[in-house]
């Protein structure tokens, strides 16, 4: 078990440099927390020693935990702070909201899919990520009650930008979002401003479908 530990956190400080520093992320506090979480316990015990390849992992349910490189590039998006309160919408292994959460002060995530977000909640315990407040529900009509958050993150792809996302965006706040058709993407960025929002296409990317009210209407 020891030596699994130190094994994984070598292969972790691998992806770091040759997967992610190596295509451009610099942002100290996005490449510590991805030094810092143990990816491979977000994925089953079957797929651990995969779990440090430049590629997704499925998740169960049709799902997918997205390629560390895109985890960083969003993460670094979204110019997170310690004081920070993130919203996240598709927990899905929990991975993207545990790296927010070594991060910013807290994040809020919601998942669809009922066994996706127990599992989740259970390993944001375990690992003591007591700033992760997670929901099932329909995340494209945000967490009004928490509203504003200075960062919003997408996890699943849209036809379009979900209006309440938007409107729960603090002036100042940033978003990434992959919006397009169900086979490809672009990541957009989001930034709210006092008269509106300006936005940034990072280029391509491919994410399972974001379903719901302000989303796909069907698998
Ligand atoms: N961030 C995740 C990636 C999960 S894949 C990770 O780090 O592992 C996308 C997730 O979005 C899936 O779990 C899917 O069920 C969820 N999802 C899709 N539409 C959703 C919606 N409207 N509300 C909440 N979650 C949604």
């Not at 169900?182 to 280029?203: A, P």
Request: net charge negative; proline share 5%.
């Amino acid at each position: 078990m020891n030596g699994d530990l130190i094994k994984f956190d070598r292969l972790r400080g691998e992806m770091v440099k040759k997967q992610i520093e190596a295509r451009g992320v610099s942002d100290p506090k996005v490449l510590s927390a991805m030094r810092n979480v143990p990816r491979h316990l977000f994925v089953s015990e079957a797929l651990w020693d995969q779990a440090y390849g430049d590629f997704p992992l499925p998740i169960g349910h049709d799902q997918t935990i997205s390629q560390p490189y895109i985890v960083a590039e969003m993460t670094e998006a979204l110019q997170l702070d310690k004081q920070d309160r993130v919203l996240e919408i598709g927990t899905g292994s929990g991975y993207q909201a545990a790296i927010c959460a070594e991060i910013a002060f807290r994040v809020y995530t919601i998942e669809r899919i009922h066994s996706l977000y127990l599992s989740a909640r259970r390993l944001f315990d375990q690992l003591k990520y007591h700033n992760i407040v997670t929901r099932y529900s329909d995340g494209t009509a945000g967490w009004r009650e928490e509203s504003p958050f200075d960062a919003v993150i997408v996890t699943a792809g849209a036809p379009e930008i979900p209006n309440p996302l938007i409107s729960q965006l603090a002036i100042g706040g940033r978003m990434v979002i992959p919006v397009g058709n169900q086979y490809s993407q672009e990541l957009i960025k989001v930034v709210r401003e006092e008269e509106g929002i300006r936005t940034v296409n990072l280029g391509g990317c491919r994410f399972v479908k974001l379903l719901g009210e302000h989303g796909w209407k069907e698998l």
